[in-house]
Structure formats: structure tokens, C-alpha cells
């Protein structure tokens, strides 16, 4: 069973930064896009940033503040997170799938995600 476990969220102050990091296997990083969404109370589940060997993508709100890797000695996707805002504050989710997308109705694999809370 495929599995991405998600590591690194907490509490930061705004303007301070977090890493995020979703382990997977070799295989599952090799064969997938990989995502990252996140998602507050009552609202849909947003892409934050995808990354595959053709290319990284982001969303606008990111403006340039967080860099997606992958890191291939720890088979890990990481999100780089910096100048956090409240705003930035949800639950953070790891995802593979077949392609690079922003619909999360696009990947299979999703990890139980990670809480990342912003203070003002």
C-alpha cells in the first residue's frame, strides 16, 4: 500500500518559516507528480505547489515565498516554507499523481496531513 506520511508543520510567527516534508518511496517519487495542498474549515482543498522531472509549478498566493523539492537521498518531497502569514495558517497535504495538476481531484495518493498555524 502506497503510503506519504507528512512531517514538519507547528506554530511559527508571521514572518517566520516552516519545512514541510512528505516521505514516499522511491517509486512513488519516481512514477508521480507530487503536491502539496492545503485546506482550511470550509473550503475546498488548494494546491499550494507540484513538482515532477519536467517541471514545478505555484500557486499565486505562494509569491515566491516556498520552494517544492524532492529530496532523492531521504525519498522526500519537501515545502520550504518562508515570510509565513496568517493567512498561510491549514492543514497541509501531501499528494502524488499520474500529472502535474491543480485539481486535487487529479491525484489518488493523498497523506493525513499536517497542521501549520501562523500567529499574528
Known amino acids: 500500500q502506497v503510503q506519504l506520511v507528512e512531517s514538519g508543520g507547528g506554530l511559527v510567527q508571521a514572518g517566520g518559516s516552516l519545512r514541510l516534508s512528505c516521505a514516499a518511496s522511491?517509486?512513488?517519487?519516481?512514477?508521480?507528480?507530487m503536491a502539496w495542498f492545503r485546506q482550511v474549515p470550509g473550503k475546498e482543498r488548494e494546491l499550494v505547489a507540484t513538482?515532477?522531472?519536467?517541471?514545478?509549478y505555484y500557486a499565486d498566493f505562494v509569491e515566491g515565498r516556498f520552494t517544492i523539492s524532492i529530496d532523492n537521498a531521504k525519498n522526500t518531497v519537501d515545502l520550504q516554507m518562508n515570510s509565513l502569514k496568517p493567512e498561510d495558517t491549514a492543514v497541509y497535504y501531501c499528494a502524488a499523481g499520474p500529472s502535474l495538476a491543480r485539481d486535487s481531484r487529479r491525484y489518488s495518493i493523498w497523506g493525513r496531513g499536517t497542521q501549520v498555524t501562523v500567529s499574528s
Open positions: 513538482i515532477r522531472w519536467t517541471g514545478t
Open positions: 522511491e517509486r512513488t517519487l519516481v512514477n508521480n507528480a
